[in-house]
C-alpha cells in the first residue's frame, strides 16, 4: 500500500498519482510497477441522443406546404409580382437553422454555422430578384454575411476549445461585437463612398476596448492569485 | 394491487384499459424542469459485494424487482399544467456495464423512457434513478431488495426487512403517496431567508464528465474524533467541509468574500412517519460568514452544532414544508400553463437557489440490511448527480464500520476535496483513496 507524502492518505493501488495534489505514487519497497484494476472503469458512457424526429417531420411539412402553396398562388392567381420569393426563402431559411437541432445533432458546431450563413446568404441572393438593382447583395449583403458567419464561427470555436468563465465568455463577445461593428462600417463606406471613414463604429469600437482591458485585467488578477 | 391514495384513474376508450399515472411529488415537481445537459438531477446508489457480478442473474432480478417499485417502472409525460409518471410497459430497464463517468443526465425520451439505469463492474451494482422518482431511501429500498433477490437467484437464503422489501406482495398504499401534502399542516409559512453564497470556482470538463474521489475510512474513528468535539459525525464532516470552503475562499482573489453554505438534504421520515418511497426531503443550509471574522475550527463545529439543534426538529421542518407546499396549492399558480411554470423555476434556480449554496453534503448514515444478507456485503457508495455550478458535493454513507465519501465534481481542480481529507488525515482518521480521475485529468488540473 502507499501513502501520498503530501496529503498523508492511502492511495489505491490501481491509483499512479495522488487525485487530491497530483503527487506521484512512488513507493521504494515496490519499484517495480504491477498493475491493479481499478475500481472504476475505463469505458467514458455517452447520453444517448434523443432525436426529435416528431417535430422535425411537422415542421418539414409545414414549412414545405407553407412554400408550395406560396408558389402555386403566385403562379396560378396572383401573378403581378414574385411575392413568393421571400416566404420561399424565409421557410428555406428557418428548415436549414431547425434541422440540425431536431434530427442531425450530431453535426459538428462549425459545419451548421457555416450551412446557415449559405442559406442566409442564398435568401439575400433570392431579394436582389425583388430589387430594381443587385449590385447592393455583392456590395453590402454578401460581406457582411460572411463576417458574421466568419466571427460566430471564431467565437463557437474559442468558447468550444477553451472553455472559460462567465467573464471570458464576456470578453469573446465584447471583441467579438467590436469587430463586426468595424466590418460592418467599412463595408457601408466602400459601398457608398469608396473609401474609408470610421465613425460610429469608433465609438463602439472604444467602448469595447474599456471593456476587454478591464476585463483582461480582472482575470489576469485572478489567474495571478490562482497560481 | 392495492389503490394508492394518490393514484388517479383515466380510461383511455381504444384500449379499454385501465390507466394509471401518479402525480409527482412536492420536490419531484422541480427536478424535470431543471433537466438540461449540463445539469443532472440523477444520483447513484452502488452496492459492492464479495463476489463479481454475474449480469444474466442480475437482469433476471431486475425483471422480479422493478414490479415491486411501481413508480420506479415510470415514464415521465407533461400535461397541460403538470408532468406526472405513467407506467412504462416498455422492454427494460436492463443492466448495462459500468461507465467511467456515472450520473449522466437522463433525457427523457431515451432508454425506452426509463428513469432508471442499472450498472454493473466487477462486485459491485450500481443503481442511478432521476430524482423525480424518489429519494436516496426510496433508492436504497430498490438497490436493495434488487440485491437481495440477485442474491436469492444465486442461492443464498436472504431475509425480508428493513430496505428489503418483500418482491412478492404488493406495494402498501403509503409506500407510493406524495407525504409532503400529509404533514405540510403548519398555520404559518416561515419565511425563506436566501443570500449569495461563495462558489466554488474551477475549470470546467467537457460534457458528461463527472470526476469522483472517495475516502473510505473507519466509522468507529470518525465517531472517536467526532466525540472529542462533541459533536455527531455529520456536524463533524459538515464542518470539515465548511472548514475547506473557508480555507479555499481565502486562497482565492475576491472583490467581496461571501458566507459559506452546505446544502444539505434532511430525511423527513426520521420526523414524520410515512413509508414513502418518493421524495421526502427537505434542505438546509448550515453556514459560516468569514465577514463576521476568523472562525477556528472548534467555533465552526460549535456552530453546526447549534444550528443542527435549532433547525432540524419537528416543528422547523412542518414549516419548511408548509412553505414548499403552499407554491403547489396555490389556485393561480395551478392554473399557469407548465410552460410558464418551468421557465419561472428554471430561472429562479439557475439565478437564486443555485447561487444559494457552495457544495452540498449529504448523509444516509449508517445503513442497516438484513443479517443473513450482511457476510455479502462489502459496502456501499452514493453519489450525486452534476448541479448547474461547478461545485462539488459530498455524499456519506456507512455500513457496518465502512465509512464512505464520495465527492463528485464536475470540474478538474480538486482543492475541496484536498482541504478536506487532509484535515481528516490531521484529526487522525486513516483515509484510503479510490478515484475515477485518469492521469491526464491530474496533470490538467495542476
Same mark, same amino acid.
Given at each position: 500500500?502507499? &501513502?501520498?507524502? %503530501?496529503?498523508?492518505?492511502?492511495?489505491?493501488?490501481?491509483?499512479?498519482?495522488?487525485?487530491?495534489?497530483?503527487?506521484?505514487?512512488?513507493?521504494?519497497?515496490?519499484?517495480?510497477?504491477?498493475?491493479?484494476?481499478?475500481?472504476f472503469?475505463?469505458?467514458?458512457?455517452?447520453?444517448?441522443?434523443?432525436?426529435?424526429?416528431?417535430?422535425?417531420?411537422?415542421?418539414?411539412?409545414?414549412?414545405?406546404?407553407?412554400?408550395?402553396?406560396?408558389?402555386?398562388?403566385?403562379?396560378?392567381?396572383?401573378?403581378?409580382?414574385?411575392?413568393?420569393?421571400?416566404?420561399?426563402?424565409?421557410?428555406?431559411?428557418?428548415?436549414?437553422?431547425?434541422?440540425?437541432?431536431?434530427?442531425?445533432?450530431?453535426?459538428?458546431?462549425?459545419?451548421?454555422?457555416?450551412?446557415?450563413?449559405?442559406?442566409?446568404?442564398?435568401?439575400?441572393?433570392?431579394?436582389?430578384?425583388?430589387?430594381?438593382?443587385?449590385?447592393?447583395?455583392?456590395?453590402?449583403?454578401?460581406?457582411?454575411?460572411?463576417?458574421?458567419?466568419?466571427?460566430?464561427?471564431?467565437?463557437?470555436?474559442?468558447?468550444?476549445?477553451?472553455?472559460?468563465?462567465?467573464?471570458?465568455s464576456?470578453?469573446?463577445?465584447?471583441?467579438?461585437?467590436?469587430?463586426?461593428?468595424?466590418?460592418?462600417?467599412?463595408?457601408?463606406?466602400?459601398?457608398?463612398?469608396?473609401?474609408?471613414?470610421?465613425?460610429?463604429?469608433?465609438?463602439?469600437?472604444?467602448?469595447?476596448?474599456?471593456?476587454?482591458?478591464?476585463?483582461?485585467?480582472?482575470?489576469?488578477?485572478?489567474?495571478?492569485?490562482?497560481? | 394491487?392495492?389503490?394508492?391514495?394518490?393514484?388517479?384513474?383515466?380510461?383511455?376508450?381504444?384500449?379499454?384499459?385501465?390507466?394509471?399515472?401518479?402525480?409527482?411529488?412536492?420536490?419531484?415537481?422541480?427536478?424535470?424542469?431543471?433537466?438540461?445537459?449540463?445539469?443532472?438531477?440523477?444520483?447513484?446508489?452502488?452496492?459492492?459485494?464479495?463476489?463479481?457480478?454475474?449480469?444474466?442473474?442480475?437482469?433476471?432480478?431486475?425483471?422480479?424487482?422493478?414490479?415491486?417499485?411501481?413508480?420506479?417502472?415510470?415514464?415521465?409525460?407533461?400535461?397541460?399544467?403538470?408532468?406526472?409518471?405513467?407506467?412504462?410497459?416498455?422492454?427494460g430497464?436492463?443492466?448495462?456495464?459500468?461507465?467511467?463517468?456515472?450520473?449522466?443526465?437522463?433525457?427523457?425520451?431515451?432508454? %425506452?423512457?426509463?428513469?432508471?439505469?442499472?450498472?454493473?463492474?466487477?462486485?459491485?451494482?450500481?443503481?442511478?434513478?432521476?430524482?423525480?422518482?424518489?429519494?436516496?431511501?426510496?433508492?436504497?429500498?430498490?438497490?436493495?431488495?434488487?440485491?437481495?433477490?440477485?442474491?436469492?437467484?444465486?442461492?443464498?437464503?436472504?431475509?425480508?426487512?428493513?430496505?428489503?422489501?418483500?418482491?412478492?406482495?404488493?406495494?402498501h398504499?403509503?409506500?407510493?403517496?406524495?407525504? &409532503?401534502?400529509?404533514?405540510?399542516?403548519?398555520?404559518?409559512?416561515?419565511?425563506?431567508?436566501?443570500?449569495?453564497?461563495?462558489?466554488?470556482?474551477?475549470?470546467?470538463?467537457?460534457?458528461?464528465?463527472? %470526476?469522483?474521489?472517495?475516502?473510505?475510512?473507519?466509522?468507529?474513528?470518525?465517531?472517536?474524533?467526532?466525540?472529542?468535539?462533541?459533536?455527531?459525525?455529520?456536524?463533524?464532516?459538515?464542518?470539515?467541509?465548511? &472548514?475547506?470552503?473557508?480555507?479555499?475562499?481565502?486562497?482565492?482573489?475576491?472583490?467581496?468574500e461571501?458566507?459559506?453554505?452546505?446544502?444539505?438534504?434532511?430525511?423527513?421520515?426520521?420526523?414524520?412517519?410515512?413509508?414513502?418511497?418518493?421524495?421526502?426531503?427537505?434542505?438546509?443550509?448550515?453556514?459560516?460568514?468569514?465577514?463576521?471574522?476568523?472562525?477556528?475550527?472548534d467555533?465552526?463545529?460549535?456552530?453546526v452544532h447549534?444550528?443542527?439543534?435549532?433547525?432540524?426538529?419537528?416543528?422547523?421542518?412542518?414549516g419548511?414544508?408548509?412553505?414548499?407546499?403552499?407554491?403547489?396549492? %396555490?389556485?393561480?399558480?395551478r392554473?399557469?400553463?407548465?410552460?410558464?411554470?418551468?421557465?419561472v423555476?428554471?430561472?429562479?434556480?439557475t439565478?437564486?437557489?443555485?447561487?444559494n449554496?457552495?457544495?452540498?453534503?449529504?448523509?444516509?448514515?449508517?445503513?442497516?440490511?438484513?443479517?443473513?444478507?450482511?457476510? &455479502?456485503?462489502?459496502?456501499?457508495?452514493?453519489?450525486?448527480g452534476?448541479?448547474?455550478?461547478?461545485?462539488?458535493?459530498?455524499?456519506?454513507?456507512?455500513?457496518?464500520?465502512?465509512l464512505?465519501?464520495?465527492?463528485?465534481?464536475?470540474?478538474?481542480?480538486?482543492?475541496?476535496?484536498?482541504?478536506?481529507?487532509?484535515?481528516?488525515?490531521?484529526?487522525?482518521?486513516?483515509?484510503?483513496?479510490?478515484?475515477?480521475?485518469?492521469?491526464?485529468?491530474?496533470?490538467?488540473?495542476?
Amino acid at each position: 500500500m502507499s &501513502y501520498c507524502v %503530501n496529503c498523508g492518505v492511502e492511495l489505491d493501488p490501481s491509483l499512479k498519482q495522488c487525485p487530491l495534489c497530483n503527487a506521484p505514487v512512488i513507493n521504494p519497497m515496490e519499484l517495480k510497477k504491477q498493475t491493479t484494476v481499478s475500481p472504476f472503469p475505463e469505458h467514458r458512457g455517452q447520453v444517448e441522443t434523443v432525436r426529435h424526429k416528431d417535430v422535425a417531420v411537422l415542421l418539414t411539412t409545414f414549412l414545405f406546404s407553407t412554400g408550395a402553396a406560396c408558389a402555386l398562388l403566385n403562379l396560378l392567381t396572383f401573378k403581378k409580382t414574385l411575392w413568393s420569393l421571400p416566404l420561399i426563402g424565409i421557410c428555406a431559411v428557418i428548415w436549414v437553422f431547425a434541422v440540425p437541432l431536431l434530427l442531425y445533432r450530431r453535426i459538428p458546431a462549425w459545419c451548421s454555422i457555416l450551412l446557415d450563413g449559405m442559406i442566409t446568404g442564398l435568401y439575400l441572393y433570392l431579394l436582389t430578384c425583388l430589387t430594381k438593382s443587385d449590385e447592393w447583395f455583392p456590395g453590402i449583403g454578401l460581406p457582411i454575411v460572411i463576417l458574421l458567419t466568419i466571427l460566430i464561427e471564431a467565437v463557437t470555436f474559442l468558447y468550444r476549445k477553451f472553455p472559460i468563465s462567465f467573464l471570458g465568455s464576456a470578453l469573446y463577445f465584447v471583441l467579438a461585437t467590436a469587430l463586426l461593428c468595424v466590418g460592418i462600417e467599412i463595408i457601408l463606406d466602400l459601398y457608398f463612398h469608396s473609401a474609408i471613414q470610421l465613425g460610429w463604429s469608433a465609438v463602439v469600437l472604444t467602448a469595447c476596448a474599456i471593456m476587454t482591458v478591464t476585463i483582461s485585467t480582472i482575470l489576469s488578477k485572478k489567474g495571478c492569485v490562482t497560481q | 394491487m392495492s389503490q394508492p391514495t394518490n393514484k388517479r384513474r383515466r380510461l383511455r376508450p381504444a384500449a379499454r384499459q385501465q390507466k394509471e399515472w401518479y402525480k409527482l411529488d412536492l420536490s419531484a415537481i422541480v427536478y424535470p424542469t431543471l433537466q438540461r445537459k449540463d445539469f443532472s438531477s440523477v444520483y447513484r446508489l452502488s452496492v459492492l459485494l464479495k463476489e463479481d457480478i454475474k449480469p444474466g442473474i442480475l437482469q433476471q432480478a431486475v425483471h422480479i424487482t422493478m414490479e415491486r417499485f411501481p413508480t420506479y417502472k415510470t415514464a415521465i409525460r407533461k400535461g397541460l399544467f403538470w408532468r406526472y409518471l405513467e407506467p412504462n410497459l416498455r422492454p427494460g430497464p436492463f443492466v448495462e456495464e459500468d461507465i467511467k463517468n456515472p450520473c449522466m443526465p437522463m433525457p427523457f425520451r431515451a432508454n %425506452n423512457r426509463y428513469l432508471v439505469r442499472i450498472y454493473y463492474y466487477r462486485n459491485r451494482i450500481s443503481l442511478e434513478a432521476h430524482h423525480c422518482l424518489g429519494d436516496g431511501t426510496g433508492g436504497m429500498c430498490v438497490l436493495q431488495t434488487l440485491t437481495a433477490t440477485y442474491l436469492r437467484l444465486l442461492g443464498a437464503k436472504i431475509t425480508n426487512g428493513g430496505f428489503v422489501l418483500d418482491v412478492r406482495e404488493a406495494p402498501h398504499p403509503e409506500e407510493l403517496e406524495d407525504a &409532503y401534502l400529509r404533514y405540510a399542516n403548519a398555520k404559518v409559512c416561515p419565511p425563506r431567508l436566501g443570500e449569495k453564497a461563495y462558489r466554488v470556482r474551477g475549470t470546467k470538463e467537457p460534457f458528461y464528465t463527472l %470526476n469522483i474521489i472517495d475516502g473510505i475510512m473507519s466509522v468507529k474513528e470518525v465517531m472517536h474524533v467526532a466525540s472529542q468535539y462533541h459533536a455527531t459525525i455529520t456536524e463533524y464532516l459538515n464542518s470539515v467541509l465548511l &472548514y475547506a470552503l473557508l480555507q479555499k475562499q481565502q486562497s482565492e482573489w475576491h472583490l467581496k468574500e461571501r458566507p459559506v453554505k452546505i446544502a444539505m438534504p434532511v430525511n423527513l421520515r426520521r420526523f414524520f412517519p410515512s413509508r414513502t418511497l418518493r421524495n421526502f426531503i427537505t434542505m438546509i443550509y448550515p453556514s459560516i460568514d468569514p465577514r463576521l471574522g476568523d472562525y477556528s475550527f472548534d467555533e465552526i463545529i460549535q456552530h453546526v452544532h447549534n444550528y443542527m439543534r435549532f433547525y432540524i426538529n419537528e416543528k422547523f421542518l412542518r414549516g419548511d414544508i408548509t412553505t414548499n407546499a403552499s407554491t403547489e396549492r %396555490n389556485p393561480f399558480i395551478r392554473i399557469v400553463p407548465l410552460f410558464i411554470k418551468d421557465f419561472v423555476v428554471r430561472t429562479f434556480y439557475t439565478k437564486i437557489q443555485d447561487k444559494n449554496s457552495s457544495a452540498g453534503l449529504t448523509n444516509m448514515g449508517a445503513l442497516k440490511v438484513p443479517e443473513d444478507m450482511k457476510p &455479502y456485503i462489502e459496502r456501499f457508495d452514493i453519489y450525486m448527480g452534476q448541479p448547474f455550478s461547478s461545485r462539488t458535493n459530498c455524499a456519506i454513507i456507512s455500513f457496518e464500520d465502512i465509512l464512505t465519501i464520495n465527492f463528485a465534481s464536475s470540474i478538474i481542480e480538486a482543492d475541496v476535496e484536498r482541504l478536506f481529507f487532509r484535515k481528516l488525515v490531521e484529526d487522525g482518521i486513516h483515509v484510503k483513496i479510490e478515484s475515477n480521475r485518469s492521469e491526464e485529468i491530474i496533470n490538467g488540473g495542476k
